[in-house]
């Protein structure tokens, strides 16, 4: 108990994990922050930050057909420059779609394709905190990666301001940790 108390500490003092505010409440996001287990990427302005953790309550480990859970975390935030498609500036962007790889072993397990993000369109404008969004998937193995893309457009959907544009999701591992919080 002491050394899962410990490496709970290390890691909110190295910044691995993070406090996070959600309106009057303060907890700790026991999802990475930092390389190699959170992934971030830059594109047009945009950034994504993602990464994983192990969920043990919905994993069977137990039986041949091993099912492994994992929860993801996706941050994502335009920076404050704004959008910026081929020299053109933009003070806003909304998300339109979603394409994810996810791998197990480095097996494609699923390619999706879907609207929005856990039934929303998130508009990114410059100096908003960032949109967070978690979901979790399935693994038939202790080791996996999801990588993808988001189709962004600049301006709002009801009223586009240039063609839809990918934004870069970089792979992220879902690791089974040493220590499990």
């Keep these: 108990m002491l050394l899962w ?27 990475p922050e930092e390389l190699p287990l959170c992934s971030t990427a830059v ?4 950034k994504v930050r993602a990464s994983a953790v192990f969920v043990p309550e919905m994993s069977d480990l137990q039986h041949e057909s091993d099912k492994y859970w994992f929860a993801y975390s996706i941050r994502m935030s335009l920076l404050p420059e704004g959008c910026i498609i081929n020299g053109m500036f933009f003070s806003s962007c909304q998300l339109y779609w979603r394409h994810w790889i996810i791998r197990a072993n480095d097996v494609v397990e699923a390619d999706v394709d879907g609207e929005a993000v856990i039934g929303k369109f998130p508009l990114l404008r410059p100096g908003e905190r960032e949109f967070v ?4 998937t399935p693994l038939p193995s202790s080791l996996g990666s999801v990588e993808g893309a988001f189709t962004f457009v600049p301006g709002r959907l009801e009223d586009p301001k240039g063609s839809p544009f990918e934004v870069e999701v970089a792979r ?5 940790p040493d220590y499990i919080f």
Excluded: D, M, Q, W
Aim: glycine share 10%.
């Design 5 to 31: 108390l410990e490496e709970h500490g290390r890691r909110l003092e190295n910044g691995i994990i993070k406090l996070r505010e959600e309106g009057k409440f303060r907890s700790i996001s026991l999802f």
């Design 172 to 176: 992220f591992p879902l690791p089974l």
């Design 43 to 46: 594109t047009n302005g945009v």
């Design 133 to 136: 969004y978690e979901s979790c």
